[in-house]
C-alpha cells in the first residue's frame, strides 16, 4: 500500500498529475508545475495537469535537469512519484540535448549524437532532406535545417541546434538611458534576464532563436527593441495588425537610438523597406499576386522578430523553415496554440527560453492584480425551443448573443463608476447593439487604421469612458488605463483569447486593480466553452468566482 503524504498532487503512472485546488500548498505547487506539465481540465478541485514531451523539451530548454522536476513531485506528491511516470520524465529528457547539429565547410550542416539514436533515422527520411550518412554522423544541405529539426522533432527527437547565424546588415542602435519625456529608462531586472537569454548566441546552442514568454504589460516590446539593440543588426519584426506597427515603431523611436527613417512600415497602407521593418502578419500571409512573402529576402536581415508568436499563419511557418540561419525571436503572453502547432514553433522559432509566472509580476507590482468573474445569465424563455432544436454551431451563437446580457452589462458597469471599460465580444451584431445600449463607439476589424487610432487615443485620454470591441482586442493594442473589461462573447474554448483579453488590463494603475467579467448564458454550451477558455488563467494561478446575475 502507498504511504500518504500531505502534498497537493498525485502523480499517475502516465505522466497525469492532479492538482488538488483546495490544499494549502496548492499555489506553490502550480506555479512550479506549469514549468514542465500543461492543464488540461478542471472538474470541482481536482485539476489535471500532463507531462509532455515537449512541455518536459521546455522546460529542458531553460536549464531545468531531470531532478528538478522530479524533486518537485516527489515533495509535493501525495502518494510518492510512479516508476513509470518518473521513467517517463527520464526518458524524455534525455533525448534533449542528445541530437546537436553544427556547421561544417561548404554550406553544409553535421548533425551527430549517440549512434543507436541515429540508426533510428530511416534511409528514407535521410534521402528525403537531401542528406547522406557520414562517419561522425549524417551530412545534411544548410537549407534542410528546419525540415530535420521539425521531422526529427515529431519522431521524438529534439535537436539542438548549434549552427550558428548570419551578422546580417549591420545598424547602429542602442537604449536610451532617458525616454524623450525625461524620464529615467532602464530595463527591468526580469527583462534584462530575458535578453541575456536569447543574445547567448554559442553558449551551449542556448541563443539565437527561441521564445520569450511574459504576460500582456510587462514589456515584450521591450525585450523585443533591447534585442535588437543588443545585436545591432537589420531587423524584421512581424506583428499582429496596423495598430500593433504603429505601436512598434512609437516604442522604438521612444526607448532606443534609432532614427525614424530607419524604421519602415510595410502595411496596406505602406510599403517601406528600411533597416529595421515592421510587418504585419495578415499582409505576409496574402495569397496570389498580393503575397509577400518576398519581403523576408529584401534585406540581410540579422534577426527576425515574431511579435504574438502564438499567432503565427501557416503561411509564415513554411518560410520560416527556410530561415534557420536567421535569428529568431518569438514574443507571446502563452504558449498555447488551439491548431496544435505548438510543435513548430518548438523546432522553427526555437523553444522556450524564459517565462515567469504572471502571480509572480504582479507580486512585484510590475503587472496590476486582476479579478476576475464569470457571471451566468439565463436565455430567454421564448429562445429555449429553439435552443434545443439548433446544431451545435447555431446553439453557441444564440448563447453568446443572449439579449439578457445587456443588462448585466450595464449593471458590471455601475459597479465601477469612473473607471475605463471595455466590453469585448464575437459577433458584430450583438456589438453593435450593445453600442447603441452603452452610447459607446464600436471598434472592429472594418474600422479604418486612423478611426482606431483615435478611439485609443480617446480612450486612453479618459474622454471616452466604454469602448466596445471586437476581437482586434485580442491582440497587441495599448490601452494601459483600461480597468475594467466585460467578455459577452468569444471564440469558442480559446484559452489564448483568454488569456490575451485579460492581457487588455494587465497595465500597472493608481491603484494596481483590475477586473475581468466573463457573461455567459447558463445551462448552455458555452458554461462548457468557458471552462476550457479559463484553464490557462487558473494554470498561472487566477481563480473565477462564479456569480448569478441577480448576485452581481
Known sequence: MLKRKSGPLVVLEDGTVLLDDAHPGAEKAREALAGFAELVKRPGTMHTYRMTPLSVWNAASQGKPAEEILDCLEANARYGVPGAAAGRVKQWLSRYGELELTSIEDGML?????????????????????????????????????????????????????????????????????????????????????????????????????????????????????????????????????????????????????????????????????????????????????????????????????????????????????????????????????????????????????ELPWKALEREGWIAAVSCREVRVPLPEEDGETYDGAGARAQLRLAGENPRKAEAVRRLLERHPGKPALVIGQYLRQLSSLGRELEAPVLSGSTPPEEREELYSRFNSGSLPVLVVSKVANFAIDMPDAAVAIQVSGSYGSRQEEAQRIGRLLRPKEDNRAYFYTVVTDGTKETEFALKRQLFMIEQGYTYEIAEKGSL
Open 110 to 354: 553535421l548533425l551527430s549524437g549517440p549512434a543507436a539514436r541515429l540508426r533510428e533515422i530511416t534511409d528514407e527520411c535521410i534521402a528525403s532532406w537531401g542528406a547522406a550518412r557520414a562517419a561522425d554522423g549524417i551530412a545534411v544541405p544548410g537549407d534542410r535545417r528546419g525540415d530535420l529539426k521539425r521531422e526529427l522533432l515529431r519522431m521524438g527527437m529534439p535537436v539542438v541546434d548549434h549552427a550558428g547565424y548570419r551578422e546580417g546588415e549591420a545598424l547602429r542602435i542602442g537604449l536610451r538611458g532617458e525616454l524623450p519625456s525625461g524620464k529615467p529608462f532602464r530595463l527591468r531586472d526580469y527583462q534584462l534576464q530575458a535578453v541575456e537569454r536569447f543574445c547567448r548566441d554559442g553558449v551551449q546552442g542556448e541563443g539565437g532563436s527561441g521564445v520569450i514568454v511574459l504576460p500582456c504589460g510587462a514589456g515584450k516590446t521591450v525585450v523585443g527593441a533591447a534585442a535588437l539593440a543588443r545585436l545591432g543588426c537589420a531587423t524584421l519584426i512581424l506583428t499582429s495588425g496596423t495598430t500593433s506597427v504603429r505601436q512598434w515603431r512609437r516604442e522604438l523611436v521612444e526607448k532606443t537610438t534609432i532614427a525614424e527613417d530607419d524604421i519602415g512600415e510595410y502595411t496596406g497602407e505602406n510599403k517601406q523597406v528600411r533597416p529595421v521593418t515592421i510587418a504585419s502578419y495578415q499582409i505576409m500571409g496574402r495569397r496570389g499576386s498580393g503575397g509577400h512573402m518576398d519581403l523576408f529576402s529584401r534585406r540581410d536581415w540579422g534577426l527576425i522578430i515574431y511579435d504574438e508568436v502564438h499567432l503565427l499563419p501557416a503561411p509564415v511557418f513554411r518560410l520560416t523553415a527556410e530561415l534557420q540561419a536567421t535569428r529568431r525571436l518569438g514574443l507571446t503572453a502563452t504558449l498555447v496554440r488551439e491548431d496544435g502547432r505548438a510543435e513548430d514553433v518548438f523546432s522553427l522559432i526555437g523553444p522556450k527560453l524564459f
